[in-house]
């Protein structure tokens, strides 16, 4: 879209959408894989079709996770904004109206007191959203967790309670609900036909497969042949270096992140009565970029001498720690009631009771939580690695200095090759780590 913003639009909601859709996609992946077998037993004996299945069981078994998992993505938006509005590529600039291209602008010339309004804007915003609508949805959802007693302490929205008493929000409601209801009992069958013509599934998925390598095949080929003409064996090897360097960072951050918050989202998820105040707290200060302690984090840096590789870790945290805490949160609040029960009547305290009651019970959320976490700190190391403050800038070795230099000067070639081999390294340590974890999780550790 050349001489128009709509194409730096387009690439700004693009960079921002990926920040949000995967965390959400993953839980709900999980909560899929882990819906407990005799509530399946019950459909299968009320012979519910595929849409039945998915909105009385599937989604509603889904929702706390879910909810949670759209704070973190809400939150994780706010950081991309400041990283997608103001983007540079060789000599090509890219600034949006929005509040990103102005702390951006604001970085550039040292403004302090701009950042501060900056900052001041963004509180506002989220303690606003997070009043009239997060908290209310958290209240909202928490009668979809997975119990067989009652007692739990039920959290409180005063907005939700404002609106439940309104008379205009049933009325606007209750045509919709109708046609929704309605079209539970339609069930549409298959048609009927010679069992030749019904294509068996697994050729289905299997033609699926083949149409994707394909194209993986071919679109391989082409990158191979892009880079083979450009760089060298030498320059794969640097990029292989500085990629194993940041994920080095990315697996000690994800121990450390763990260590931190699995204990405290526990906490807050066990109690109902302090989880609206400490998801308020923990909304605001997961979505406050962490781009805007960039800043300070270089002038300290700079004038007091410190180490570099060091200190861009806790930076990294910033942009991954969240997750952890929301899908534990998540996992806590859904834990079933009786269990905490039983726990209580065999006085388990201590470890015993975090090794065979909580852990177990939080596992799937936690895996949820800690691939998306690791996600966000390779991509928080593209901001993280590369630091500027004015004419001041800070480079620790690593992909994501890689790529952002890269850019900076507009060598497609080796920004292709840093994305490439990142791409495929995150890709085996999915398959060597993140995966056997979820397997467990869904073979072991299901609410059965």
Do not use: C
Not at 159 to 180: E, K, N, S, T
Not at 322 to 348: C, H, K, M, Q
């Amino acid at each position: 879209f050349p001489g128009q913003l709509l194409g730096g639009e387009l690439a700004a909601v693009f960079a921002i959408f990926t920040s949000q859709a995967w965390n959400m996609a993953f839980s709900m992946f999980q909560s899929l894989r882990t819906v407990p077998r005799d509530v399946q037993d019950a459909a299968k004996v009320l012979r519910l079709t595929a849409w039945h299945r998915f909105w009385r069981l599937e989604l509603p078994f889904a929702i706390p996770g879910l909810v949670w998992n759209m704070m973190m993505s809400m939150s994780g938006g706010w950081f991309y904004v400041v990283a997608s509005e103001a983007v540079t590529v060789g000599t090509t600039h890219v600034t949006l109206p929005g509040i990103g291209a102005y702390v951006a602008t604001a970085i550039l010339n040292r403004d302090l007191t701009a950042i501060g309004w900056a900052l001041l804007a963004m509180t506002a915003v989220i303690l606003a959203y997070n009043q009239f609508f997060f908290h209310p949805l958290a209240a909202w959802a928490d009668k979809y967790r997975f119990e067989t007693t009652t007692g739990q302490t039920i959290p409180q929205s005063w907005f939700l309670d404002a609106l439940r008493r309104m008379r205009l929000i049933p009325a606007l409601g209750d045509p919709w609900q109708r046609v929704f209801r309605a079209s539970f009992g339609v069930r549409l069958p298959l048609p009927a036909g010679p069992a030749l013509l019904r294509v068996p599934t697994k050729l289905a998925d299997w033609s699926w497969y083949g149409v994707v390598g394909i194209a993986a095949v071919f679109g391989g080929w082409h990158i191979a042949v892009y880079l083979s003409e450009s760089l060298g064996w030498g320059d794969l090897r640097e990029a292989l270096e500085v990629t194993l360097l940041t994920m080095t960072r990315v697996m000690l951050i994800s121990v450390a992140a763990s260590l931190v918050w699995v204990p405290i989202g526990v906490w807050i998820g066990l109690r109902p009565r302090w989880s609206g105040t400490m998801q308020s707290v923990a909304q605001f200060l997961a979505a406050l970029p962490a781009n805007l302690l960039f800043p300070l984090a270089v002038v300290m840096i700079v004038r007091y001498h410190l180490n570099t590789e060091f200190w861009v870790m806790p930076l990294m945290l910033l942009g991954a720690q969240w997750y952890i805490l929301f899908n534990v949160i998540a996992g806590a609040s859904a834990f079933p009631n009786d269990l905490r029960e039983v726990a209580e009547t065999l006085r388990l305290r201590g470890w015993p009771w975090w090794r065979s009651v909580i852990l177990p019970g939080i596992f799937p959320y936690y895996v949820t939580g800690a691939i998306t976490a690791a996600g966000g700190a390779w991509n928080a190391s593209i901001v993280a690695e590369y630091m500027r403050w004015g004419e001041t800038t800070i480079s620790v070795p690593g992909v994501g200095s890689y790529i952002a230099r890269m850019t900076e000067m507009g060598d497609y070639p080796r920004i292709l090759l840093g994305l490439v081999v990142m791409s495929r390294v995150v890709t085996l340590l999915n398959r060597l780590l993140w995966r056997p974890l979820s397997a467990y999780a869904e073979r072991r550790l299901r609410l059965d």
